[in-house]
């Protein structure tokens, strides 16, 4: 159990712009940040963070939040766990008490693989760092390399001991259950033999975007032919190596600060750039690159360099990575290292300087680096130039912005002297069939009638939703209203007076509420509505990012929800248009008051239809008294309707 004097040290010390700025890339937006949805696939920034107010909401997947609620969602930790992280990022103590064996098989199965995982990570570095075998041939092998003491700890690398169960049996002697270590690949099952799967070779550990162990890749050291120079953890419930990126957890603060990101093939291509000083770059680790992880950067920055070897494997690697990061709306640019010579070999013997001025000046974007293969495979080869180009019109009609491929069309007719007509005229032969439009031929949109199902919308629910919203952003201002008084003139009509009242927001929606004897029908808002209304009946000040600390995650999630609604849609420059919108703060009176008449309205309405219904069900005698009775409400209704100013049906 950890304290609550430590979570509210955690919660007091942490930022939220920070905390998910090691995830996604934030931009300036007025008085908040802004970035794309970590959730969904969204081309277009949704994804807002209030430093003020400490929360975050994702419009494009409804998400929202505290700091602690991000990291629950975006990595998937228990609220332990996000506190225990929080304390790691911030440097603030926190008090465990050691898992006995019975916690640790207490625990989900997909928190035991994490478990073990890190487990084996510790393991695998003590056994590098404090064993005769691991320094004599894990160490060496990195020294070889030319890694240095930081960069071992950086990337926490590891030597598993040349035994069959070493790492199993030490494992199961810590409290870990065999089903884990089995799951995770750490161990290998074959009938009644249990042995480990990265024996006698150095270990890279795989971690997570914050940090979390999820597999390992590991090199033999030996020249056995029968067994593979790199082996990685199989696929499981924590590790999907189509959706990791090696040294990302390493990365990622530098790839936002230079908003770039080096793509490389290989664990030691990473170590060693970063070791150089070039911390930006991350590895597929031998994959091909796959949507997945053009996503992941795409959380950091739009642009990309892929970093490849000379040889005619390595050129295929980088054209078939282009297209998939141009089909995700990125900048692209390739830069290929001289025959014989790849990231690793190449960082090693170049000072940082030389290194910097070689990628900048090599660094190609896709158009020239395509030419440029053209000029190497046969400049006299028309039939080889007409592929080419076709290839880069292919690439071309990936990129999904239409600017963006028109500018790349007048440069590939540039550099490959062909006319931009008969490239516009391919590209649009390309995109039959696919959804984007051609490049300079506007399609006329056809007329025809479209029946599109209507969606019903709960009239109380939003009703409700717009109380709360109320109570949240103003429940404690003082505001001027013209309230209604209802009064029944000699003649037995109904009528209205206006007078004028100063009132806090808050007391005015509870003594309607009282006086109209109704409460909120969603239990989400009604639990709500009671604990705004004690915090503000004790004259406490509403806090935003304490209040929801302690709210259950519909609750929280809904107060999310409100206190950012304002920030989806910001108004951009509407004075320079002569559209002058009114501040809501400066309405918030009128706004009260129509809540409460509509809702007003929507209830009578209800009683209305109640009532009618009895007609059908009623004795005769009292059929008159019951219309009698809806006829009062209808007139009831349409003096509301005239003071909202509107008709109601």
Not at 591 to 606: D, M, S, V
Request: charged share 25%; with cysteine; glycine share 6%.
């Amino acid at each position: 159990m950890i304290d609550k004097s430590t979570i509210d040290a955690v919660f007091e010390t942490s930022r939220l712009e920070e905390v998910i700025g090691d995830f996604v890339q934030l931009k300036k937006s007025g008085s908040n940040y802004k970035g794309l949805s970590p959730f969904t696939n969204e081309k277009t920034a949704s994804f807002m963070v209030s430093p003020a107010k400490q929360i975050w909401k994702d419009f494009s997947s409804g998400k929202g939040g505290n700091v602690v609620a991000f990291l629950m969602e975006h990595e998937h930790f228990t609220y332990p766990e996000a506190i225990k992280y929080l304390a790691k990022k911030y440097n603030i103590e926190i008090e465990e008490t050691e898992q006995t064996d019975e916690q640790k098989q207490a625990a989900t199965a997909r928190e035991s693989m994490y478990l073990v995982s890190s487990f084996a990570q510790s393991y695998f570095s003590e056994t590098l760092h404090n064993s005769e075998e691991g320094k004599a041939i894990g160490l060496t092998y990195f020294k070889e390399r030319g890694f240095d003491p930081e960069s071992i700890s950086t990337f926490f690398l590891g030597y598993a001991p040349d035994k069959w169960e070493a790492f199993t049996q030490a494992a199961l002697d810590a409290g870990f259950q065999e089903e884990f270590l089995i799951s995770t690949g750490l161990t290998i099952a074959k009938e009644e033999k249990r042995f480990d799967r990265f024996k006698g070779r150095v270990i890279f550990p795989i971690h997570s975007m914050s940090g979390r162990v999820m597999g390992f890749g590991g090199r033999i050291l030996t020249q056995d032919k029968n067994a593979a120079k790199y082996l990685n953890s199989p696929e499981s419930d924590i590790y999907q190596k189509s959706k990791v990126l090696y040294g990302l957890y390493q990365a990622k603060q530098s790839i936002a600060k230079e908003d770039n990101c080096y793509l490389v093939e290989g664990y030691t291509d990473v170590i060693q750039m970063h070791q150089a000083g070039i911390k930006n770059v991350v590895s597929s680790s031998g994959t091909a690159l796959t949507a997945d992880q053009i996503r992941l950067i795409r959380r950091l920055t739009p642009n990309i360099t892929l970093l490849f070897d000379g040889d005619p494997a390595g050129l295929r690697a980088a054209l078939r990575g282009v297209d998939l990061i141009l089909e995700a709306g990125m900048n692209v640019r390739v830069c290929m290292f001289p025959q014989g010579e790849d990231p690793d070999s190449f960082a090693r013997k170049t000072e940082l300087e030389g290194l910097l001025l070689y990628l900048n000046e090599q660094a190609q974007d896709f158009i020239q680096f395509k030419a440029t293969l053209l000029a190497e495979e046969g400049k006299k080869d028309p039939i080889r130039k007409a592929e080419t180009i076709r290839e880069m019109v292919q690439s071309i009609a990936k990129i999904p912005d239409p600017i963006k491929r028109e500018v790349y069309v007048q440069n590939c007719s540039l550099l490959m002297d062909i006319s931009e007509e008969v490239l516009f005229s391919t590209l649009a032969q390309l995109s039959k069939g696919s959804k984007k439009p051609s490049v300079r031929k506007a399609l006329k949109p056809t007329m025809e009638l479209v029946n599109t199902p209507t969606q019903k919308v709960d009239v109380r629910y939003e009703l409700e939703y717009n109380i709360i919203a109320l109570l949240l952003l103003h429940g404690q201002e003082e505001v001027e209203i013209n309230d209604v008084v209802i009064d029944t003139e000699s003649d037995g009509e109904l009528s209205f007076k206006t007078t004028s009242l100063h009132v806090k927001v808050y007391e005015k929606i509870y003594l309607d509420l009282q006086q109209d004897e109704v409460e909120l029908s969603t239990p989400t808002f009604r639990k709500l509505y009671e604990e705004l209304l004690v915090k503000y009946t004790t004259e406490q000040p509403l806090v935003v990012e304490t209040f929801i600390r302690d709210l259950a995650p519909e609750q929280s999630a809904l107060v999310t929800s409100i206190m950012m609604q304002d920030e989806g849609i910001p108004l951009h420059d509407w004075a320079r248009k002569n559209i002058f919108v009114k501040e809501k703060t400066k309405e918030i009176g009128r706004w009260l008051t129509q809540t409460i008449l509509n809702f007003r309205c929507h209830l009578i309405q209800e009683k209305i239809g109640n009532l009618q219904k009895q007609t059908t069900e009623i004795q005769h005698e009292t059929h008159n008294e019951v219309l009698e009775e809806v006829q009062a409400y209808v007139g009831l209704r349409k003096n509301l309707s005239e003071r909202l100013d509107r008709v109601l049906f």
